[in-house]
């Protein structure tokens, strides 16, 4: 073998032996991965069955931590209260916010020639946005909440309703049991009725359970919503669109963000939307609407909710000693986030209604609301 066949022959020699190198190496690369996306997956399981297993556990004691925390919360709210009260009367910031010269009306037309061209400028009413319904089933008696229309105190009603022995004896009150410490929280819930009737096994048309709806004026409930969230107490940094105080950004804006998720066809359900977004895409109402049984909400003075609410307990058997207590509660007050009779709720609506163009804005959100809950229309 000549010197140059022999340095071919090593030289191939080499070239198979790092083949076989590289195919065991990709071969082991090959193993490595498979064993690691093995390992990755029943290491995340073994995760997800120890936390679980662990909050399941613990859940109990989470509870009990909560209930050490309510006094603490009730003073707390009693704090909030006061600086509240302090902030909806110095509102010389919001006034200096709100100095900006307002534009005239797009058109001339009424409420309902504007909402009824087609297409319509105003958004649609009966849209599956989200529901919240509170149970209190030894009474055949349920509520779909609405921020901005009673939501706390009636989200605090019916879970004294569901127990009203548990209620009083864990300390708890009517108006200072808060959605983030609600004592029945996950205990008497549902997203809509459909999930009520499955779980009591009732048929929607059946009558010897009542469904109550509170519902409020779209100007009332607007302008609550406005001084409470983009004024009294925001919740993010870049609050109510990036508007913040500014009521016809606000406005422009909301109108525009309600109109592009109808659209899409899905809602985002931020926790502004739900201050702002109709009362009528809440609750199925677009399935259930027949099934409720609607009462008038209001802030004012001479309004009495245990007038409309009382007659429909007493139907259903509540105790008159229930009754009396429920009386007692909310005739000690408001919540914690009332801006009735401030300086900040007077300023908003003197601004809004003296607007041909900010009540056509409101018109446009909120012509269903007026519609479908018989509130009487705005001129415009």
């Not at 190496?25 to 991965?33: E, K, W």
């Not at 406005?226 to 950004?249: A, E, H, Q, W």
């Not at 199925?284 to 309004?303: G, R, V």
């Not at 986030?337 to 300023?347: I, P, R």
Request: charged residues 25%; contains cysteine.
């Amino acid at each position: 073998m000549s010197i140059e066949t022999r340095k071919q022959f090593r030289e191939q020699k080499w070239i198979n032996l790092m083949l076989s190198s590289r195919r065991l190496q990709l071969r082991f690369i090959l193993f490595a991965t498979v064993f690691a996306i093995f390992c990755l997956y029943y290491s995340k399981e073994f995760r997800f069955s120890v936390s679980t297993s662990t909050f399941l556990k613990n859940s109990s004691n989470t509870t009990t931590e909560k209930l050490k925390k309510v006094p603490k919360f009730y003073k707390l709210l009693n704090w909030e209260k006061r600086e509240s009260e302090k902030k909806l009367n110095n509102i010389e910031d919001l006034r200096r916010v709100n100095l900006n010269t307002l534009p005239n009306r797009t058109s001339n037309l009424s409420a309902v020639h504007l909402c009824s061209q087609n297409p319509s400028p105003c958004l649609p009413g009966l849209r599956d946005f989200e529901g919240e319904i509170r149970t209190a089933p030894r009474y055949r008696l349920s509520t779909c909440v609405v921020q901005k229309s009673m939501s706390t105190v009636m989200t605090s009603l019916f879970c004294y309703l569901r127990d009203e022995k548990k209620f009083i004896g864990n300390n708890r009150e009517i108006l200072k049991d808060w959605k983030i410490i609600r004592f029945c929280m996950f205990k008497n819930e549902f997203r809509n009725l459909g999930g009520l009737f499955k779980k009591f096994n009732i048929l929607p048309s059946a009558n010897n359970w009542t469904h109550i709806m509170m519902v409020r004026n779209p100007i009332e409930r607007f302008i609550s919503g406005f001084v409470d969230k983009c004024y009294r107490k925001p919740v993010v940094s870049n609050y109510c669109n990036g508007c913040k105080k500014n009521l016809t950004c606000f406005m422009e804006t909301e109108l525009a963000r309600m109109r592009e998720q109808v659209k899409k066809g899905t809602f985002l359900k931020t926790y502004e939307d739900r201050h702002f977004f109709p009362q009528s895409w809440r609750c199925d109402l677009h399935q259930y609407f027949s099934n409720f049984t609607f009462i008038p909400y209001s802030s004012a003075h001479n309004f009495s909710i245990t007038s409309h609410l009382f007659p429909i307990f007493r139907n259903h058997s509540v105790p008159e000693s229930s009754l009396q207590y429920i009386q007692s509660s909310l005739s000690s007050g408001r919540t914690a986030h009332s801006t009735v009779d401030s300086k900040a709720t007077s300023f908003i609506e003197k601004r809004l209604k003296s607007s041909p163009y900010l009540m056509e804005l409101l018109v446009k959100m909120f012509y269903h609301d007026f519609k479908l809950f018989n509130f009487t229309l705005p001129a415009i």
